[in-house]
């Protein structure tokens, strides 16, 4: 294993999320990956769960070892806070990729994960890790929760418009995900031949990641959002794209020249942001195979006044575990974009 | 060949409609397949384009033969109704699955085919075809347009709806779709290794089905319907799914059992229709593949009051052949069902 | 339920062979479904599991009903055995698709299988089903051995040649499966993510199913056959496509039209078969998607004077269901082609 | 645009290993890709006609600049060596990834090939760039003719057997391939819908890659090599694999341990190969995707007494660009892994 100066653990490396993160910090010039830990697969070499990680040396454990500066959960909700809560108390930094720090509310939480949250005074401190929007928080954070991968299309497709009032409060957000988000727990509906040459709606009555977006569209706008969320899942392995849909607000609509100028907004609300990019035309997941960015693609319905918003992203990189890199270099200072510089991967 | 009493024409039997048409009607028991032609592939053995049809003894011809009742067309727009024309005059039925007899009004379709129509004078004579809300029509009809893939799933899903008034006509459509829907004429779009692993939008800035979804469902509605439609790609071969969004009408709204009520009404709407089943479960477009069947499953999201509907078809069978074959059937006396039983082939 | 006059069981219809034996008997003319059974979904109705079969009025049982004429079984091996000797003893004829009577040599048997033979005094009287090569013995037959996917592709490919003497038994075969052929059970190597985007070897050490193709190409072979069997998973759902590869024997070789001549020795040899097709071009698995055709190619390797035939098919439609149903037809005196007739379902 | 010391230029950036060689040298520390050209999209941003490269401000021009130090060639065979020529004549180094400099034989190449090398003269001091086994010379080479993506997994495959004499010349090459070694040029055999849940041979005939594969193996091997070797087209993008079968020389397959041994041979044959790996289990393409590695795994049938060695690698990296820039890096005095150390995109 190389040598850097951070010691970073990662809990539950056995996931996708978990093994994606190996993928981006193997060759991260300030990071030594020092332990990793999986449950079923304690014990055995890291190479041999996931061959493509081949060349390293290095076994999983059923624990953390000492003496780390940063660690990043991917375990399921409830376990993830469970093990990192002790994790902040010795004074070590988390990423947390589970859904337990996203919710500020404990009620709301306990509604949609059905357990009690293992100690909502952490709520609280956390910071929501959609880095672009919440910088200069997740640079001073101990504790990051990282987002979702539907909210982060969703949440980036939408901002800009909350934020400047281009649009009512209406919104609906159609997502098409890939299967990988699923994870790597068998299930009838992540078998191949069940998905395969399908698609599906998914979570009709209201998926997990529904409060997370209403929670923090909510945090940027004036009045408060209606949102319906729908998911949907397509036979490919790696992406999401989400297309957003809501009403103009009257004097948006009224301009001759919306579409153009709700472009600007766009392109100046993310002149900063490496990683999100305002596209000329509608963007496609490929676009975004193994790399961290996002691609934003707002368009005027004329017809109708209603602002359409297309968004696409990997959801095991910017969904996942690149956006919760970004977040760990914002919290140790090192370049937001070290380690994250690669291109898609196309065709 | 087998003898039927009907002998039928395939107009353009080498696009991927056409050949679907002969998978379909090769045993139907009233049917003879006496003519087929294709521009490109004249005078080829229609086993020689398509192995699947092997043991069907018939050249490809450029013209039809004489003598036909009825015949399809699956020409591109404009060439189609230049075709069927002459047929008609003949006194051959015609089903025409082309967009050329779809739209009521011959400005709408010059507008959106930028090409002005060769005779509008049938415009008005042509029943649309979707066959469960215009059988009678379609019955004594010699002019059918078969209506869109897409039109097809968006019309059904929301003509109960509308028809009870249950809704505004504040309506977004978000459509995914298979590739084959696109034809089989090369592209950069259809390329198999631009399409897989991969989704986007596409025609953003207006669909062509778009004004015929608009026609159809406002001659339901009291109010003009103010629809927002986006297609998708999703790499599969067949198969539509369309996730129809709508505010419900505010007595429905507030009505406790708003999603049972519903769903009666559905079931109620469809209760003769053999092709159309209300299912209990977000519908699957794999348990439509190779079948006649359109799948619909309303449900209402009662946190913003809006219903939901889902539904989800074979674009080249309910989207296409399918839908045409039925036409056929009524409008010459078979039983509406006659060679479309096939279940899907799952998985 | 339609009536016909034979009443038929499927044992284990939630598997994929299970339930599309329902979808090819459900228009049956002379077939009624009067049971079917499955262990962990009995009291569910058949159309709740599997929606695309939604509009049969039947439930799945823990136990077939009485009085049947003929039971499929498609059960896992050694379970199937034992549910069908009783069968077999009252009098029930049976296709068993399992691979328990497939195997003459009951120490073969346990030495692939890892369990003994639960009765080996049946493995004599059962025919092996691939009915072009056993027309007459699956006619008379009470207990017929479905063959297995591969071994279908494989021995049809093969049996002309070895029949005519034409190849050495030094044979090489390298089969590429579709994802169905492992079943509905789920596992880490049909989970769509790690099938996706995806080719592997498997079963390196040796398939279950090389000692059926070895027995069935011994029997008619003059010398012992000598066989390397690879088989592989691609990502798609359906189809086997197996390439056959063998030293021509020397006087063959040195025949200047020996592809031609072997070439019309295959059609001799199928001439009479409805569902085998001697192709002209290299086959295509998706010319055979849910219908009963193996497709055969056989063309000399000029450079190195091997013969090369390759053949694909349906996994589970001539691989298993479709099969079955041909073995029926004929053990119960219908057409052989009865229910069987539809085209494949392209593209 | 990064300034390196080497300035590169690429001829045909527009297809698949043109755009691939620009992700892979985009961060290469010693280059800089000065001048990318193509026919079709002259004039236009590279990130307009390649949206994934987005951030790249460099536009596609009919012609290379002046100045450059080495060029990369992907265009087709013939035009590539007329175009490379001149290039070398003025003292740039050339990696040719067309076929135009592989053969050593200028009739082999007319046969294959069906048109007259433009200057056999180069034949004899190209050097074939598998780097694995030509490092010396690729490293002396002003014009590396780099491999085929089939060859590559070929050669690399046999290589250790054949050098070693464990097999007999009597080899087949059954190879699966992603639809992405088929070019971004469209044609009906790259038509998604027609590719899609379908697998096929093509090239029955002879694939071009024969020649290559039987030359390099013939300078290796003590007796001639006869060679079978066949092309299946499956339905995924990227990946080939690489079933290899040869019978074992008599002395080897009287060894009882001849598997651990061959095994531990191969493993001591690229011990010193950071891009090929012995597996200890059958490879899958999926663990190469996007990243420069070769997996080989050798086993021995001993039922037959053949070799069988599986291979894989992604045919637009080791099969095309990555090689490429590996036999750059050699030719340049860099070291050879530069600028190709990630990991494969998993899942």
Redesign the interface.
């Known amino acids: 294993m190389k040598a850097g100066n951070l010691k970073v653990g990662i809990i539950n490396v056995t996931g996708?999320a978990g093994?994606e993160l190996v993928?981006i910090l193997?060759?991260h010039p300030e990071v030594e990956i020092a332990s990793v830990t999986g449950r079923s697969a304690a014990g055995q070499p890291l190479g041999q769960v996931?061959?493509?990680?081949?060349?390293m040396e290095m076994d999983i454990t059923a624990d953390l070892c000492d003496e780390l500066d940063l660690v990043f959960s991917a375990l399921p909700h409830k376990a993830s806070a469970e093990a990192c809560i002790p994790l902040l108390e010795q004074g070590v930094k988390v990423v947390d990729i589970s859904a337990d720090f996203r919710l500020k509310q404990a009620d709301v939480y306990s509604q949609w994960y059905g357990v009690d949250h293992p100690d909502p005074t952490y709520l609280e401190e956390a910071v929501y890790g959609l880095t672009e929007l919440n910088r200069d928080a997740v640079a001073d954070a101990r504790l990051v929760a990282n987002p979702g991968c539907y909210p982060s299309s969703a949440i980036l497709a939408l901002a800009p418009a909350i934020r400047h009032g281009l649009i009512s409060g209406?919104i609906?957000v159609?997502s098409?995900s890939?299967?990988?988000g699923a994870g790597?727990t068998?299930?009838?509906t992540?078998?191949?031949?069940?998905?395969?040459?399908?698609?599906?709606?998914?979570s009709?009555?209201?998926h997990r990641h529904l409060p997370e977006i209403s929670q923090e569209l909510d945090t940027m706008s004036d009045s408060p959002v209606?949102?319906?969320f729908?998911t949907?899942l397509?036979?490919?392995?790696?992406?999401i794209?989400s297309?957003c849909?809501a009403p103009l607000n009257p004097d948006v609509a009224q301009d001759p020249d919306a579409s153009e100028r709700i472009r600007q907004l766009y392109l100046d609300f993310y002149a900063d942001d490496a990683f999100v990019?305002v596209?000329n035309?509608?963007?496609?997941?490929?676009?975004?195979?193994?790399?961290n960015h996002c691609?934003v693609?707002p368009?005027v319905?004329s017809?109708?006044n209603?602002l359409?918003v297309?968004s696409?992203l990997d959801n095991l990189v910017k969904g996942a575990a690149g956006q919760a890199v970004q977040n760990m270099n914002l919290m140790c200072g090192f370049p937001e974009e070290m380690s994250l510089?690669?291109?898609?991967?196309?065709?």
């Not at 035309?281 to 790399?291: D, E, I, R, S, V």
């Open positions: 996708y093994c993928r193997r060759h996931f061959p493509h990680l081949d060349n209406d609906i159609d098409k890939g299967v990988s790597r068998l299930s009838m992540t078998h191949f031949s069940e998905v395969n040459e399908n698609v599906m709606a998914y009709v009555n209201g209606n949102l319906t729908l949907h397509i036979p490919m392995t790696r992406g794209l297309s849909y990019q596209t035309a509608p963007p496609q997941t490929k676009q975004t195979l193994g790399n691609l693609y368009v319905d017809r109708t209603r359409i297309i696409c510089e690669a291109l898609a991967v196309y065709p």
